[in-house]
C-alpha cells in the first residue's frame, strides 16, 4: 500500500469505530485499543493508562451519548513506518447540540495490516480569552 | 539506549523547552518542530498545519505567557522504532492562577540521535457535566 491507500485505511478504521461509537456501541473502538493505550479526555481528570482501565470506562459508556449526526472535519494523517497519527476536528449532533472536538488518535501497526489505537486525546475546541497573555 | 534511556532522553528534550517556554522563550520549541507538524490547543479554533504556521503563532507569543512555576505530572512515553509518544498533566502557575493541562507529544526520531515534535495537542483539564450522557 502507498502512503496514500494506508492515510485512507487508517480514516476508514476511524470513521467505522466512531459511527457505531455514536450509537453507543463502543465495541469497535475496544477492538482497536492496543493493551498499553493512553487516553486524555475532558471529562477525566487523569489520562487513563491500559486497556482495562479503557474497557471498564467504555462498558460503563455503552447506550449512552447517542449521537444524531456528526462531522468528521480536515482528517490528517502523517505516517511513519509503523506509527500514524491521525488528527481531525469533529463536530457530534446530539439533542440539538453541537459538540465540538479536537482529537488525535496514534495508530501503530503492531502486525502486518493490523492496526491499534496507541493513543486517544480527546478535548473541546473552545477558543478562550487570551487577556491573561498580555 | 536502551528503552528507558530514550524515554529519559524525551522528557529532558521536553522539559527543557517547556522551561525556556515558561520564560516566554519559544526558541526551543521552535528547534523541535518537524516541518509536517500539527498542532492543536484550546485557543485555537483549527488544528495548525507546518512548521511556518507555528513559527508566527510561536513568535506572536514571544514574551508573553510567562509562567512563574509549574507541575510536570506523570509522563509516560510510549516508544515505536523512531516514534515517541509523551503524555502528561501540567500544571503551569502565572500570577497566582493554575493552568492545568493535559499534553500529548508525538516525537519522531528524523536521524539517529536526532528528535523532532511531529504533532502536539494541549488541552485544559477540566471535568465536565455528565448530565448529558444520560
Not at 485512507?8 to 456501541?25: D, F, H, P, Y
Request: hydrophobic share 40%; proline share 5%.
Amino acid at each position: 500500500m502507498d502512503t496514500q491507500q494506508m492515510a485512507a485505511k487508517i480514516i476508514v478504521l476511524e470513521t467505522a469505530a466512531l459511527e457505531e461509537w455514536n450509537k453507543g456501541n463502543p465495541t469497535p473502538y475496544l477492538e482497536l485499543l492496543s493493551p498499553d493505550i493512553t487516553y486524555f479526555d475532558p471529562f477525566l481528570e487523569k489520562r487513563k493508562d491500559g486497556f482495562e482501565s479503557m474497557r471498564i470506562f467504555y462498558e460503563g459508556l455503552r447506550g449512552k451519548g447517542k449521537v444524531d449526526r456528526y462531522e468528521m472535519i480536515d482528517p490528517v494523517v502523517q505516517l511513519y513506518g509503523s506509527v500514524a497519527v491521525l488528527t481531525y476536528q469533529l463536530h457530534s449532533y446530539a439533542d440539538g447540540v453541537d459538540f465540538p472536538w479536537n482529537c488525535t488518535e496514534v495508530y501503530r501497526e503492531k502486525e502486518a495490516g493490523q492496526w491499534q489505537i496507541v493513543h486517544n486525546h480527546w478535548s473541546f475546541i473552545r477558543p478562550m480569552d487570551l487577556e491573561w497573555l498580555k
